[in-house]
């Protein structure tokens, strides 16, 4: 890509000269869609981001938000989405490490992963290729750093062919005092690279992810791609961590998108100061670089931190003890943002003009439609094992048994769950962690496909007794200059910051990923949302059933077909089930319920509906015996209608009372120790033993091993 002529115009004018080269490619960086959001921010003030918990919202490397007075988590999220197509491996293991690196930024300790990933149809080789790829790289990556992978989703459709998504959410955990921001601080100080060495690789990346996929990518955009180095990352983060222990960096910044140009320009920009920077004092892997490549290479594994003159021999003495390279690189000052290269003035530039001055796009949308009801006559025997066998619905252990989700002993609740549970013993409680999206949703029903994913997700915290607390997004789309994708795009915003706001949910942070479009066409818009929530056990109600109780179905027991598993698998179309409009105090009640003394097991009800909620539920040693009675089998055990759950319980008489007036409450029958799945549905009985439901479900390892 080269700068568009009407921003060269901008720059011209406002430097009443013509850039240099490195001027004019740093700005083609940092004014691309990737960095600037220029398509995406006008659209961002939907979101409320301010509660009385959020210490520092979007805007820096990693949100702040407030546990109790003395200990922070913060939150995070990005995308590695083009990378990973181009090289599933380092595509996705260079996106856990900067996502790690933007917790360090804060001054936070990393303590947990989550990954939602999204890939074309399962039954596509390509696909598997690149699922194959993209878990090892988050595996080996995120194992060897000791960060542990708690969460997330997998998600395949047909639209995702020619472009994958990769999102990656951090928690990261400090006590108030060790908060540092990427806001630089002081003229005189120094600035100091701290990490890796510098080469060519991940050239142009920020450009490279913002623009479509062609179809030669796999081979021509390669050398965009980062390539990892997950031991030098578990020494950087160590090393920031004895660093900030002992008040030694003022502000710092990971480097990430457009390499040491992006980080250093942006940590002095939102100080409102500049720098003097000499590139030839970068340390450098490789020979003769020139200095737009020092300026804009993506090595990864790299911080640059603000210093008081004092402490930069200390700083340097913390480095060397870890094996990292350490470069004074340069001053923070109170005038423009200057490099030099070899006695020669490279960039001289209003460090706030580089970082604000992209203008915004003013892009025309279409409003999206949704489908009319044409639904499949479908036997219930065969949809039902077709959709608790999709890979949509199947289990996902293939997929998170290669993570290490034990690391660091706080995982209490393991992946598989509604949603992790990780024991804060420093606050005495535990935060649930929920992260995920589900693009059929949002194909069918942008707008309220998106409120649904925002629902879900809090329902997963709640079935495991949590409070939401915060939440960071990771808004995807293809080209946004397409009428009716920027429409599509449109909606999932509008509709994510909506159910949020009715949720009391802030949300704090986010990334957005858009020209994700490939010669197949764009990728569905996708909110993936990573929220947390706390509560106050470590512990929480497991999905599975224990065999000793009632089971109960809480929340509206038919919903439309729209967007659900049961219609991609037996064909026909449906309008997206309408939302409960008392969403806050029907998640406030599964709280309590789940909390209750008489409550066994409770699990949310979402992808593949009441079906696939049942089929997960028993085990080896528990099973259930369930009558649906008159009801519409289909829109009864398929709809996929958020904000419900399933509960097993010694005292239903007290569910009853707790939704009463709030949301139906059906009794669905017993679970047992048959070990045996019973379905009474449409007049015809369905069994299966756990095994046989486990066979269904295990296609993934059918497909990989």
Known sequence: MSLDD??????????????????????????????????????????????????????????????????????????????????????????????????????????????????????????????????????DYGNSIGVPTVTGSTQFHPDYEGNPLVNVACVGLLPAERLITAEAQTPGNKLLLVGNSTGRDGLGGASFASEDLAEDAETEDRPAVQVGDPYTEKLLIEANEELV?????????????????????ELVAKGGLGADIDLERVHQREPNMNALEILLAESQERMVYEVRPENVDAVAEVAEKYDLGCSVIGDVTDGNYVCE??????????????????????????????????LPDADVREAFEAVVGSPNCASKRWVYRQYDH???????????????????????????????????????????????????????????????????????????EKPDVYGGF????????????????????GNVSLYNDSPSGPIPPTPTLAMTGTTAEYDAPP??????????????????LGGSEYL???????????????????LSRLREVATADGTLAVHDVSDGGLAVTLAEMVSDDAGASVSLGDADGAETLFSELPGRAVVETTDPDAVFDAFDGVAPVTELGEA??????????????LRYAASEIAALRDVLVRELE
């Open 341 to 374: 290269f070899e006695g020669e003035t490279v960039v001289d530039v209003p460090a706030e003009f580089i970082g604000d001055g992209a203008p915004m796009n003013d892009l025309p949308s279409e409003e999206p439609t949704q489908p009319d009801r044409d």
């Open 543 to 560: 999905a599975e059933l224990s065999g000793e109780g009632t089971l109960l179905f809480v929340g509206e027991p038919t919903a439309d």
């Open 568 to 586: 991609a698998q037996m064909g026909g179309s449906d309008r997206f089930p309408e939302l409960p409009g008392n969403a806050p105090e029907l």
């Open 672 to 685: 047992n120790d048959s070990g045996t799945l019973q379905l009474e549905v449409d007049g015809e009985g």
């Open 6 to 139: 009407s921003d060269r115009e901008l720059v011209v004018a406002e430097l009443g000269r013509d850039p240099t080269s490195a001027e004019e490619a740093l700005f083609e960086n940092l004014w691309s869609e990737h960095c600037a959001y220029r398509s995406s921010r006008p659209l961002l003030s939907a979101f409320e981001s301010e509660s009385d918990d959020v210490v520092i919202g979007p805007g820096d490397d990693a949100a702040v938000v407030a546990l109790d007075d003395s200990t922070y988590i913060t939150m995070g999220i990005e995308s590695h989405n083009h990378p990973s197509y181009v090289d599933p491996y380092d595509g996705a293991a260079t996106g856990v490490g900067g996502i790690v690196r933007d917790t360090l930024s804060m001054g936070a300790y990393p303590i947990a992963l989550a990954d939602s990933l999204y890939f074309g149809g399962f039954d596509r080789e390509h696909s598997r290729y690149l699922l194959e790829g993209v878990v090892e790289g988050i595996a």
């Open 245 to 265: 222990d002992g008040a030694l960096v003022e502000s710092a910044r990971d480097l990430g998108a457009a390499g040491l140009g992006g980080a250093s320009s």
């Open 490 to 509: 449109k909606g999932i915003v509008d509709g994510l910051a909506d159910m949020c706001s009715a949720l009391d949910v802030p949300v704090v942070g």
């Open 406 to 480: 034990e690391v660091q002993t706080r995982t209490s609740v393991l992946p598989g769950d509604d949603s992790a549970v990780l024991a804060i013993r420093r606050a005495e409680l535990g935060l649930a962690f929920s992260s995920g999206a589900n693009p059929s949703w949002t194909t069918t029903a942008p707008y309220d496909g998106a409120r649904a994913v925002a629902l879900e997700n809090a329902t997963n915290l709640a079935a495991k007794g949590a409070t939401p607390l915060a939440a960071v997004d990771c808004l995807n789309g293809g080209n946004p």
